[in-house]
């Protein structure tokens, strides 16, 4: 079984910048397409971004296109979320989370391993 552990999050001012990490406990990491997920106080558990087990491909939510991107390092077995012009509305605790599937996914439920999520809030 896969663990991941998130870091990164923290407070920072609107139009601000922010870096997330998620380690996984195994080497079948690379085996894994790995998601980003977000939950704000009231609100679903929300897609935010995904990448493939390759690390070729990336597919993000509208709301975050064009300021969020992510990447992965197998031989850390760790994956980014790097998040800029940030907004207030970006406020959430964030997961990462695991699926194996070949390509893209956006379904919760396609992802059976989670972390245990991270705070991120952005001040206006």
């Known amino acids: 079984q896969v663990q991941l552990v998130e870091s990164g999050g923290g407070l920072v001012q609107a139009g601000g910048s922010l870096t997330l990490s998620c380690a996984a406990s195994?080497?079948?990491?690379?085996?894994?397409?790995m998601g980003w997920f977000r939950q704000a106080p009231g609100k679903e558990r929300e897609f935010v971004g995904t990448?493939?087990?390759?690390?070729?491909?990336?597919y993000f939510d509208d709301s975050v296109r064009g300021r969020f991107t992510a990447f992965r390092d197998d031989s850390k077995r760790t994956v980014y979320l790097q998040m800029s012009r940030l907004k207030p509305e970006d406020t959430a605790v964030y997961y990462c989370?695991?699926?194996?599937?070949?390509?893209?996914?956006?379904?919760?439920?396609?992802?059976?391993?989670w972390g245990q999520g991270t705070q991120v809030t952005v001040s206006s």
């Open positions: 195994e080497r079948i990491f690379s085996s894994y397409a």
């Open positions: 989370a695991a699926a194996r599937t070949e390509g893209i996914t956006t379904s919760l439920n396609r992802f059976d391993v």
């Open positions: 990448i493939t087990k390759s690390g070729d491909h990336t």
